[in-house]
């Protein structure tokens, strides 16, 4: 079946009709600033003209979203980075608009689905998807479909703890692995050690250049997510880990290098599975959003 998929984010929408395993049409407009109902207005507006420009009938749309959501009412709670997003109602919005089925799926395990399916884990029976960027993201695919858990919240990666005590998350816990591992922490630590605003970027620049703090908050951050990974894998045990990013991928093979050895270091006498940078990157959550549609059923 060809499906519509929307990634929704903070400053973009994108969109990418999916055919078979090929993105048959892709467009990406800016998320407005106007509150929920200017950016439901957007989403229509962009889906009608992919609708019409599609090669074939599309058949569905899927939408992934940031934040928490409730499955059973195609509500989304909560949209970090969108102001005035609470508790919308995107997926009735969205078929009355367009007349279609419409599915939602968190972001992160919207991506996963795409690495999964098409990506970096493909064909194999079970994978964990996990996101490092601004913030620390993740999503559990077994049996080819997304597990969310009994209340919608596995897959969280970002919020274990990991440094007890450490750094406040936004979440509100203390030493959460996107507290001290997110792009966001390392320009926080990054800015305090050189005592001028620095982002993630310049950090990676600095270290590549044997800067001796840049290696220790480089290493330091490396050393958390692969301890984290290392958890995982002893408790969800997937055959294939894929780890994407700005982060995740940009840090390049040196960066994921240490993140192997950190993970080896932590699961000891338990066997790795294989850690992968992502293939899809920028384009996993639109195509993972048109999958989300397709395995609805």
Same mark, same amino acid.
């Not at 009709?17 to 989403?43: F, I, K």
């Not at 274990?160 to 996107?178: A, K, Y």
């Given at each position: 079946?060809?499906?519509?998929?929307?990634?929704?984010?903070?400053?973009?929408?994108?969109?990418?009709?999916?055919?078979?395993?090929?993105? +048959? *049409?892709?467009?990406?407009? %800016?998320?407005? @600033?106007?509150? =929920? /109902?200017?950016? !439901?207005?957007?989403?229509?507006? &962009?889906?009608?003209?992919?609708?019409?420009?599609?090669?074939?009938?599309?058949?569905?749309?899927?939408?992934?979203?940031?934040?928490?959501?409730?499955?059973?009412?195609?509500?989304?709670?909560?949209?970090?980075?969108?102001?005035?997003?609470?508790?919308?109602?995107?997926?009735?919005?969205?078929?009355?608009?367009?007349?279609?089925? +419409? *599915?939602?799926?968190?972001? %992160?395990?919207? @991506?996963?689905? =795409? /690495?999964?399916? !098409?990506?970096?884990?493909?064909? &194999?029976?079970?994978?964990?998807?996990?996101?490092?960027?601004?913030?620390?993201?993740?999503?559990?695919?077994?049996?080819?479909?997304?597990?969310?858990?009994?209340?919608?919240?596995?897959?969280?990666?970002?919020?274990?703890?990991?440094?007890?005590?450490?750094?406040?998350?936004?979440?509100?816990?203390?030493?959460?692995?996107?507290? +001290?591992?997110?792009?966001?922490?390392?320009?926080?630590?990054?800015?305090?050690?050189?005592?001028?605003?620095?982002?993630?970027? &310049?950090?990676?620049?600095?270290?590549?250049?044997?800067?001796?703090?840049?290696?220790?908050?480089?290493?330091?951050?490396?050393?958390?997510?692969?301890?984290?990974?290392?958890?995982?894998?002893?408790?969800?045990?997937?055959?294939?880990?894929?780890?994407?990013?700005?982060?995740?991928?940009?840090?390049?093979?040196?960066?994921?290098?240490?993140?192997?050895?950190?993970?080896?270091?932590?699961?000891?006498?338990?066997?790795?599975?294989?850690?992968?940078?992502?293939?899809?990157?920028?384009?996993?959550?639109?195509?993972?959003?048109?999958?989300?549609?397709?395995?609805?059923?």
């Amino acid at each position: 079946m060809t499906t519509l998929g929307i990634d929704l984010g903070g400053t973009k929408i994108a969109l990418g009709v999916l055919d078979g395993g090929e993105l +048959v *049409y892709e467009s990406r407009v %800016a998320t407005p @600033a106007g509150g =929920a /109902e200017a950016v !439901l207005q957007t989403m229509v507006a &962009a889906a009608r003209e992919a609708l019409a420009a599609a090669p074939t009938p599309v058949g569905a749309v899927g939408v992934g979203s940031p934040g928490p959501i409730d499955y059973r009412s195609g509500v989304v709670t909560f949209a970090p980075n969108i102001p005035d997003f609470k508790n919308v109602p995107v997926v009735a919005y969205l078929q009355e608009a367009l007349d279609l089925p +419409v *599915y939602i799926e968190n972001d %992160a395990n919207a @991506a996963a689905l =795409a /690495e999964h399916h !098409l990506g970096a884990a493909r064909g &194999a029976g079970s994978s964990l998807y996990v996101t490092v960027s601004t913030g620390i993201g993740g999503g559990l695919i077994v049996g080819g479909r997304v597990w969310r858990g009994a209340l919608g919240q596995a897959g969280e990666l970002g919020h274990l703890t990991v440094l007890p005590g450490g750094p406040l998350c936004g979440c509100g816990n203390r030493g959460c692995l996107e507290a +001290v591992a997110s792009g966001r922490a390392l320009a926080r630590e990054a800015s305090y050690a050189y005592a001028r605003e620095l982002d993630t970027p &310049a950090l990676f620049e600095l270290w590549r250049g044997g800067d001796e703090k840049a290696a220790e908050l480089v290493f330091g951050a490396a050393g958390y997510l692969g301890q984290a990974l290392a958890d995982a894998q002893k408790l969800f045990d997937p055959e294939v880990i894929v780890i994407g990013g700005g982060v995740g991928v940009g840090g390049g093979e040196e960066y994921l290098e240490l993140v192997r050895r950190a993970y080896r270091r932590h699961l000891r006498v338990w066997r790795p599975a294989p850690l992968r940078p992502a293939r899809l990157l920028e384009r996993a959550g639109v195509i993972g959003a048109a999958l989300t549609a397709r395995f609805a059923n």
